[in-house]
T-cell receptor, first 109, second 115 residues
Framework: RKEVEQDPGPFNVPEGATVAFNCTYS??????FFWYRQDCRKEPKLLMS???SGNEDGRFTAQLNRASQYISLLIRDSKLSDSATYLC??????????FGTGTRLQVFP | DAGVIQSPRHEVTEMGQEVTLRCKPI?????LFWYRQTMMRGLELLIY????????DSGMPEDRFSAKMPNASFSTLKIQPSEPRDSAVYFC?????????????FGPGTRLTVL
């Protein structure tokens, strides 16, 4: 079983829609959590960190449920430019990141 | 500011050949990471360095893979001999350990094809 599991998608949504991605992790010792974004044939880039109390950055909201070992990302008012692969990432220390295989999002006009 | 620089961007080689991938981290960063990405396995950490010292190489697949960081501004990942199953995108990333966020910044990757 992979340490970080994500639904690969693709999620095909129209512009303006709200879409949510989920991720589960298996190691309860995980301490830090992130969402990275990766465009096609590009490198991953940090989208946002995920805090225990949940956090929001514009149209993006991330939530963490430590009891269920579950992380989510909500995107409101989807834009065409949101089309990408979203990688769920956990870390047991500040150095080593463990990536999920990603969830692909396609926003259509 | 220049980000993480990787070379070559694309490499096509034949099985059995030696492949050397290069990385220049962001100036001032003290941690460097080598990852491999495939469709099947996603992004996997191969090895990482702190202050030029290898800390964890448990992700290196086998002895055919080796990595060095002779100074703070340069690292190499070598595969010798290469095999078709090594075909993947290899990313280098750097971060400032002890900084505010420890965010890892990725280079553009080297797309390796072993025939």
């Amino acid at each position: 079983r992979k340490e970080v599991e994500q639904d690969p998608g693709p999620f095909n949504v129209p512009e303006g829609a709200t879409v949510a991605f989920n991720c589960t992790y298996s190691n309860s010792a995980s301490q830090s959590f992130f969402w990275y974004r990766q465009d096609c044939r590009k490198e991953p880039k940090l989208l946002m960190s995920v805090y225990s109390s949940g956090n929001e950055d514009g149209r993006f909201t991330a939530q963490l449920n430590r009891a269920s070992q579950y992380i989510s990302l909500l995107i409101r008012d989807s834009k065409l430019s949101d089309s990408a692969t979203y990688l769920c990432v956990v870390s047991r220390n500040t150095d080593k990141l463990i990536f999920g295989t990603g969830t692909r999002l396609q926003v259509f006009p | 500011d220049a980000g993480v620089i990787q070379s070559p961007r694309h490499e096509v080689t034949e099985m059995g050949q030696e492949v050397t991938l290069r990385c220049k981290p962001i100036s001032g960063h003290n941690s460097l990471f080598w990852y491999r990405q495939t469709m099947m396995r996603g992004l996997e950490l191969l090895i990482y360095f702190n202050n030029n010292v290898p800390i964890d190489d448990s992700g290196m697949p086998e002895d055919r893979f080796s990595a060095k960081m002779p100074n703070a501004s340069f690292s190499t990942l070598k595969i010798q001999p290469s095999e078709p199953r090594d075909s993947a995108v290899y990313f280098c990333a750097s971060s400032l350990r002890g900084g505010l966020s420890n965010e890892q910044f990725f280079g553009p990757g080297t797309r390796l094809t072993v025939l």
